[in-house]
């Protein structure tokens, strides 16, 4: 049983965590949405593996590994706020340059 402290501490990280890995795949989508069918195979395997392998870490060293399904919610719950945030600034954005 894991205390409550380490509990709450982990799905704080991974809402964190989500918020990043929405900012890498903003950042990065020039490479991953790439017409190429071998270089986007490449790419997207790299981005996947890597972001994985670094949550399964941070979280190795808050937990000791243990994964919970409230992590993974916390985790897109982070990545859709920031994705709908986002949205949200470049209409507002778009619709200023077009007045």
Known sequence: MIPLKIQII???????????????????SKYIYNTKKIKKILFNFIFVFDNV?????????INDGILHYYFII??????LSVNKVSNMIFCKIKSLKNK
């Open 10 to 28: 982990s799905v704080f990280i991974s809402y964190l965590y989500g918020i990043f890995f929405s900012i890498l795949l903003n950042l990065n």
């Open 53 to 61: 392998l670094l949550y399964f870490i941070i979280l190795r060293h």
């Open 74 to 79: 916390a985790l897109f719950l982070g990545f």
